[in-house]
């Protein structure tokens, strides 16, 4: 999803509770805050030799140990002004993906895209997903895209 897309649906849901599942019915802490936006470069090379560039924006969520008792969410109108105050300093790259930043005590920090967003009368939920690394250069490789389980990650491959 693009950062303009996801701002259009907090605009379409003005003043509900925002909340963020990062695992099936797990949810970011009603104590999470957007921290942080980030305009992301990547500027790789795979292991088949071929140069790769891409944008893309982070929104990094924690969660503050001081307000564990915390009940209400962040609204979709806090965020928006956040987007907005960070968009005024330093411009965010509205057609690029949005992917979250999250961790806490039991879930590895990852960065994530948004599988799907659902909303009721008073709350807006984000669902986002982990994304499973693979081989770019899969074809030069000779690296199926869905290798066997039984099989080794580098077997018969001309990178590894």
Not at 48 to 67: A, I, R, V, Y
Not at 102 to 118: A, E, H, L
Not at 130 to 141: I, L, P, Y
């Amino acid at each position: 999803m693009k950062v303009k897309e996801f701002v259009k649906v907090l605009e379409q849901h003005q003043d509900k509770e925002l909340l963020f599942s990062f695992a099936q019915d797990k949810f970011a802490g009603a104590n999470y805050h957007l921290t942080e936006v980030k305009n992301v470069q990547f500027d790789t090379t795979d292991c088949g030799g071929k140069t790769n560039f891409w944008e893309e924006t982070q929104f990094q969520l924690w969660e503050s140990p001081d307000e564990l008792e915390k009940t209400d969410f962040m609204t979709t109108d806090k965020i928006r002004a956040i987007i907005s105050r960070v968009n005024g300093i330093k411009p965010i790259k509205w057609e690029t993906e949005l992917k979250l930043e999250y961790g806490n005590d039991n879930f590895p920090t990852s960065v994530m895209p948004i599988d799907k967003i659902s909303h009721d009368e008073n709350r807006v939920y984000v669902y986002l997903f982990s994304e499973a690394t693979r081989c770019k250069a899969h074809d030069q490789c000779s690296i199926a895209i869905e290798p066997e389980k039984e099989e080794a990650c580098c077997a018969g491959s001309n990178c590894c």
